[in-house]
């Protein structure tokens, strides 16, 4: 059974720094993408940033150049490093995993628990 689980969210000051992981376990070969999206409260949920499997990415414009994908291949785990973080970055960050390019019309084949992230002071 194929589970992603999200780790690294918190309370963090607004320009603070805050770097979520996600790994998969129980699958033997890497996932064509995988990404992060996040739902705030009373919010759709969004796409934040993807990485497919060549090491393009794609990021919501409101992160470029604060926020940064990255992937362990071996590990079948992705990052998120975020930084200069806003309050209006608090939500429930979810991790997604796709075995094909679905995920080009928002779809993926799993998907993580979530994990907080609060950006206040």
């Known amino acids: 059974q194929v589970q992603l689980v999200e780790s690294g969210g918190g309370l963090v000051q607004p320009g603070g720094s805050l770097r979520l992981s996600c790994a998969a376990s129980?699958?033997?070969?890497?996932?064509?993408?995988m990404g992060w999206y996040r739902q705030a409260p009373g919010k759709q949920r969004e796409l934040v940033a993807v990485?497919?499997?060549?090491?393009?990415?794609s990021y919501k414009d409101t992160v470029k150049g604060r926020f940064t994908i990255s992937r362990d291949n071996a590990k079948n785990t992705v990052y998120l490093q975020m930084d200069i973080l806003k309050p209006e970055d608090t939500a429930v960050y979810y991790c997604?995993?796709?075995?094909?390019?679905?995920?080009?019309?928002?779809?993926?084949?799993?998907w993580g628990q979530g994990t907080q992230v609060t950006v206040s002071s």
């Open positions: 997604a995993a796709a075995h094909d390019s679905k995920w080009l019309r928002g779809e993926y084949d799993y």
């Open positions: 129980g699958i033997a070969f890497s996932f064509n993408a």
């Open positions: 990485m497919i499997l060549g090491g393009s990415t």
